[in-house]
């Protein structure tokens, strides 16, 4: 009977302590994975700046015909210049 | 036993000790301790919010602000400067010497170099040098470069605006800053059950400007090329809508690249079309026409006797060129931008009414763009006026005025005579991406619509018949003013042998859905006729490109004595 009791007192304190360790565990890794998910959205965020800023870069008509004078082409004048609007398209 | 006792007493006395102690410390000092541990423990770091964007009229980024690093150096950690600077100058584009400064500055902290681009920064990461360290910051980005640097100004290195709309929109870009409080062990982790307050950062508003990205390269290479073909000194544009009072596009010329702004000399970093006063010239007799027709103090058809000079209180004033007495109606003075008939109109006028008119117009006073340092030009008092100063302010000399208030003459002429007030921005997207509309500009009604429209018909007649025939479009009818104005010597204070020359018009005339103005500084085909009328003419044709601008109909041109028509 006391033999008994006693194996049954330790089964209960080692579930418990086994299922605190654990929750603790889950706590900690559900933790990470927050600051890690922040940490990431953090990162996307200055990667959209960083790729909106090379997108507008590679876009901007200064680039584009400083790229087209590198290739021998010729800019044309802005009197010259005819614009063929797209169907739908507000520029 | 008697031993025992005695141990017993001692070792009760020394526990009394340690309780009296325990005691002091827990209930009288225990707050201050707890709060020295506490103070140790918190640390607050400031969250540094994300500066807004500038963006154009089709929400492209004019300004944006992205990740860089500045590289620092603990000296006491560099083994062999030589070779450390030797390897970083390369990758950060500096001298060696320079960089060797750095790293053998005295303490423990010296700048190697600021806002290096994220690229660079990690080439140089890769080299694992000892001592040297990265510090993440935020570095603004200009990606059109030149593109209305002057207009968008720049930002310096604590992340301020400095000039131009990065300055003046400053309380709405930057932002608001947060705040991180942890409690942290020795070891600078956090403490799971300790303080972790977050405060998080704002991010700044994006501006939303009136400019279009397209509209301003064009217009810089238009100016740029102008003023190299015609040997001028500077040069200044501005495209903007009569009735909204939009600017569709502001440049100066010479231009520098925003994203090395200390590099430029600070006279080229002006924007020269608010912040630069010039007496404006002929193209100032829009208003001298416009006050007569408003006043009926000429009739359309009176015929004026114009000499090629003319003696004014002592002060002889001339017409550009020699000529005989001509017979000229107002519209002819207009068309062939005759001085002397330019003043003899004012005399009709009279000095109080014209100078009513000039206030009406805006002279004297800012615009309202808001546009850090610009000028309200200069307007000579009434009680100052001479009969010479009625005559000269007649044609557009004696006073000055900067470009956007001459633009937004004719933008009043082409708005059927009311005045809008520019802008440069037409509002700001928050955090959310909700877009926060600016205020429509104010107005005022300057001159009546059918003052403007018959104003409108003598700039037309110039275009056609007068001075300005170099800025016709075929199949459009344009409206427009040719100036060709003395500069004042600074050295002197009296006028010398430069000039600006300029052209201010609008097209269609019956229509108007575009201003410009064109002035260029010092050229050496002086008149504005030819050397601004052209660069106008290349704009204009822009601008029905641009902005699908249709002919409409012609507006009849007013009465001719010289036979013009």
């Keep these: 009977m006391h033999v008994g009791f006693l194996a049954f007192a330790g089964l209960i304190v080692t579930v418990l302590i086994v299922g605190v360790v654990t929750l603790n565990a889950f706590l900690a890794q559900a933790a990470f994975q927050m600051r890690s998910a922040e940490v990431h959205l953090d990162q996307l965020g200055r990667d959209q700046l960083r790729l909106t800023d090379v997108a507008a870069r590679l876009s901007s008509p200064v680039q584009v015909a400083s790229w087209a004078r590198r290739h021998q082409m010729v800019t044309p004048a802005a009197g010259e210049i005819h614009i063929l609007r797209v169907p739908g398209s507000d520029r | ?565």
């Design chain 2, 1 to 565: 036993m008697g031993r025992l006792l005695v141990l017993l007493v001692v070792m009760m006395l020394g526990l009394t000790g340690v309780m009296a102690r325990l005691s002091v410390l827990q209930l009288r000092e225990g707050g201050s301790y707890e709060e020295r541990g506490y103070s140790q423990r918190l640390h607050t770091f400031t969250l540094p919010a994300q500066r807004g964007s500038i963006l154009d009229a089709f929400r492209q980024p004019l300004a944006l602000s992205v990740e860089a690093r500045d590289v620092y150096a603990d000296p006491r950690f560099v083994q062999d400067i030589e070779a450390a600077a030797a390897e970083i100058a390369p990758v950060l584009g500096l001298r060696i010497a320079q960089v060797r400064r750095s790293l053998s500055a005295g303490g423990s902290f010296s700048y190697v170099a600021r806002q290096v681009d994220l690229s660079a920064a990690q080439r140089l990461e890769a080299l694992k040098l000892p001592g040297i360290g990265f510090l993440p910051v935020p570095k603004r980005s200009y990606p059109d470069g030149p593109l209305a640097a002057q207009v968008l100004g720049y930002v310096g290195t604590d992340g301020d605006g400095l000039a131009g709309l990065e300055y003046q929109y400053q309380a709405m870009l930057q932002g608001t800053p947060g705040q991180l409080r942890q409690e942290m062990s020795p070891s600078g982790q956090p403490i799971a059950s300790g303080v972790d307050e977050l405060s998080a950062p704002v991010p700044g508003d994006d501006l939303v400007t009136t400019l279009d990205r397209q509209f301003q390269y064009q217009v810089q290479a238009a100016l740029a090329a102008a003023v190299k073909a015609n040997h001028a000194k500077g040069g200044t544009v501005i495209v903007m809508d009569p009735h909204t009072g939009d600017v569709y596009a502001m440049a100066s010329y010479p231009a520098f690249d925003a994203n090395a702004f200390a590099q430029a000399d600070e006279a080229i970093r002006r924007n020269t079309a608010l912040v630069d006063a010039f007496e404006p010239g002929s193209v100032n007799k829009v208003i001298t026409a416009a006050a007569a027709i408003q006043q009926h103090a000429v009739a359309l058809d009176r015929r004026f006797e114009v000499p090629d000079q003319m003696l004014v209180s002592g002060f002889t004033i001339h017409d550009s060129h020699p000529h005989p007495v001509e017979k000229m109606t107002l519209g002819d003075i207009i068309a062939e931008s005759s001085n002397i008939g330019a003043a003899k109109v004012a005399q009709q006028v009279g000095a109080p009414t014209m100078s009513s008119y000039l206030a009406r117009f805006g002279f004297g006073r800012t615009t309202g763009t808001g546009f850090p340092g610009e000028t309200p030009g200069v307007v000579p008092p009434l009680a100052d006026w001479s009969d010479a100063t009625l005559a000269t302010i007649a044609y557009g000399q004696g006073l000055a005025v900067n470009p956007m208030q001459m633009a937004s003459v004719y933008a009043t002429i082409a708005n059927h005579g009311v005045w809008v007030q520019p802008r440069l921005a037409t509002g700001l997207i928050d955090g959310d991406g909700v877009f926060h509309p600016a205020d429509a500009s104010p107005t005022r009604r300057v001159i009546s619509s059918a003052t403007a429209d018959t104003v409108t018909r003598m700039l037309a007649s110039v275009v056609q018949d007068g001075t300005g025939t170099l800025a016709q479009i075929p199949g459009y009818q344009v409206a427009g003013k040719t100036g060709t104005a003395l500069k004042v010597d600074p050295r002197t204070g009296r006028y010398g042998r430069k000039y600006v020359a300029s052209f201010i018009g609008f097209l269609p005339a019956s229509d108007p859905q575009v201003v410009i103005a064109a002035i260029i500084d010092e050229p050496t085909t002086i008149y504005g006729g030819i050397a601004s009328a052209p660069l106008f003419q290349q704009l204009a044709r822009y601008s029905i490109q641009r902005l699908g601008i249709t002919p409409g109909e012609p507006v009849a041109l007013p009465p001719s004595a010289l036979g013009l028509r």
